[in-house]
């Protein structure tokens, strides 16, 4: 899992090591680890160091002073640098050793003509110190970048956004590459914010972070923590998933819940629906089997609608007591008090709806808000989308690894409530069942990247499954 920090817990692990560590130079370490991503970048790129053009945006603060260092390098091993200093001031030291390395200072006019003939643009304006947003001629040189197709190197992060939140400004920097120091910040991981980050890149500068903020899953967490069969397995030791979704009016989201818990690996599928939906499965997916009986965890909700009677359905099963995957509809009908172990998969509508919010609080705050559902139920909050988090009770959060946004489409919510679902029936908690079936779920549809509908995707699982044994 890699682990994320927020920009204040940084600045602290900072100050603990210039108390610790007298004398070193922590942005020496942030210059030297930049200029190498800087090379490394232009050298997969083709221009190569040696007489390529460098544009660098300096602002008024140390962002500035590491890039400022770091264009002293790079003017030393061959780059054409010409410095713009975005703000008037600029670090004095760096802009002392860029100017003595060679870099020429040019003015906001200058860095117009300069950026056409660059081969990149070295973003040092801002860093975790910087407010959201850009001033107009920053914004300006921003939006240039983009229009001839410049490619961006942030440093720390893409000037403009707020380090800490998934919510970009209107304005800022859209980054090819990314050279962060110290660890991730929020920016970085959630989208929207990230998708401004483009590839990102951690330097260790030797600080000592504590515990993170959040930690995010990759695909190698997600294949070391899935539940595989052994000699003993049987069907049952390997979970009975009952799944009672569905309605009249929605039997798909029934027939894609069974499809997605099937190629999760569900040890035996009890449908319990309604009508349409169980003529359907039946016909579709012969091993699913039909009717009441013993299980292991439940899924509800989706595709339930608003029917009379949908609350006696969801006090129903929860009165099992089993992990339940409480999905779609039948968050309308919360009561008061869930079984241990229960896992809910709103959407950021869902989950507004949930909490009496507008679904723009939602989207401003997604941690606040899915921490606060977590909290008043004493559940696992998965909140869906192009960021999935996992938020426990206690308030831990993990990042389930991002997949393509082609999987925003109808359809792909019921696919991952029925993975989650044999997951929870394996015997994994929900914070685990939530975290490895939102990533799986990515993980299928990073191989099939295109407009494929959620059962195509489904039906990729078990290959992404099968690949962990193999890693294992
Ligand atoms: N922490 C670490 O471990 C390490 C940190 N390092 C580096 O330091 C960076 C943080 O440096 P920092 O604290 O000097 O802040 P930074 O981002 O340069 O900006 C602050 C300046 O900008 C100004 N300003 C703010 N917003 C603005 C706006 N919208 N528009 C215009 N101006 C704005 C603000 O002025 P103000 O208006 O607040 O007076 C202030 O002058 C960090 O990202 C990393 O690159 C590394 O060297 C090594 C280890
Ligand atoms: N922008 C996005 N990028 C990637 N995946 C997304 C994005 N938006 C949504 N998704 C995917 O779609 C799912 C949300 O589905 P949901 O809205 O609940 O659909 P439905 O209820 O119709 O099945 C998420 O779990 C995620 O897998
Ligand atoms: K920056």
């Known amino acids: 899992m890699i682990a994320v920090h927020t920009a204040q817990q940084v600045r602290e692990a900072e100050q603990a090591f210039f108390a610790a560590n ?53 003017a030393r091993l061959g780059c054409r640098v010409e410095l713009w200093a975005t703000h008037g001031d600029a670090h004095e030291a760096g802009l002392a050793e860029a100017q003595a390395a060679g870099c020429q200072q040019i003015d906001a006019g200058q860095a117009t003509t300069a950026l056409a003939e660059a081969d990149l643009l070295l973003d040092g304006v801002l860093g975790i110190g910087g407010r959201p947003g850009l001033d107009a001629p920053v914004a300006t040189l921003a939006r240039e970048a983009r229009d001839l197709g410049i490619p961006v190197v942030a440093v720390d992060l893409p000037s403009g956004l707020d380090a800490d939140s998934s919510t970009p400004a209107e304005e800022s920097f859209h980054a090819t590459l990314t050279v962060t120091f110290g660890a991730l910040k929020p920016c970085h991981v959630l989208q929207p914010a990230a998708s401004r980050c483009g590839e990102v890149r951690l330097v260790d500068i030797g600080l000592e972070l504590g515990e993170p903020w959040a930690l995010a899953a990759a695909p190698g967490d997600i294949a070391q923590r899935w539940p595989l069969p052994g000699p003993t397995s049987d069907k049952y030791s390997r979970g009975v998933v009952g799944i009672d979704t569905g309605s009249v009016h929605y039997p798909g989201a029934a027939v894609l819940g069974t499809v997605g818990a099937l190629h999760a690996g569900a040890g035996m599928i009890r449908f319990c629906g309604p009508g349409p939906a169980d003529g359907l499965i039946r016909a579709a997916l012969p091993s699913v089997t039909h009717g009441e009986g013993r299980v292991q965890a439940w899924l509800v909700g989706s595709g339930w609608g608003d029917e009379p009677g949908d609350a006696e359905r969801l006090a129903g099963r929860l009165a099992d007591g089993l992990p339940t995957v ?14 241990a172990g229960c896992l809910l998969t709103p959407h950021a509508g869902e989950l507004a709806r949930l909490l009496d919010v507008e679904r723009e609080e939602v989207t401003a705050d997604p941690i606040g808000h899915a921490r606060a559902a977590a909290d008043r139920w004493q559940a696992v909050v998965l909140l869906k989308g192009a960021t999935q ?41 929900a914070a685990r069942a939530a975290l490895l079936g939102a990533s799986v779920q990515a993980m299928a549809a990073r191989r099939r990247p295109g407009p494929y509908p959620p059962d195509d995707i489904a039906r990729e699982v078990p290959a992404v499954v099968g690949g962990f044994e193999v890693v294992r």
């Open 22 to 74: 007298p004398g070193v130079d922590l942005m020496q370490r942030a210059a030297d680890g930049l200029a190498e991503a800087v090379e490394n970048f232009l050298e997969g790129r083709g221009p190569g160091v040696d007489g390529a053009r460098l544009l660098v945006a300096v602002g008024p603060g140390n962002n500035g002073g590491d890039a400022l260092f770091a264009a002293a390098r790079l």
């Open 326 to 339: 409480v999905d779609a509809d039948a968050l309308r009908l919360l009561p008061d008090h869930l079984p």
């Open 389 to 429: 988090y996992v938020v426990q009770p206690d308030g831990a959060v993990w990042l389930a690894v991002p997949g393509p946004h082609w999987s925003a489409q109808a359809g792909s919510g019921d696919v991952l409530a029925g993975i989650c679902a044999t997951l929870l029936a394996a015997g994994l908690d």
